[in-house]
């Protein structure tokens, strides 16, 4: 049987920025060293923000079941 992979879309919102960037198909998120840090393992990538220029960060929380 195929494992469903479950991914969720961040936004995150730079303090000079008016509009936040939006990230789809995110598995993981975790802060390291002064930095916000998103993972997307289809794409083989990790983007990193440093905190202290972040204004807000919306992770959408889906309950399993």
Known sequence: ME??????????HNID???PMIFQNIDNT????GFYCLVN?????VQK???NRIFRIIEPYVPEG
């Open 49 to 51: 923000f440093p905190i």
């Open 30 to 33: 975790y802060i390291k060293e």
């Open 3 to 12: 494992k469903i992979r479950k991914t969720m879309i961040v936004l995150v």
């Open 17 to 19: 920025q008016s509009q």
């Open 41 to 45: 393992r289809t794409d083989n990538i």
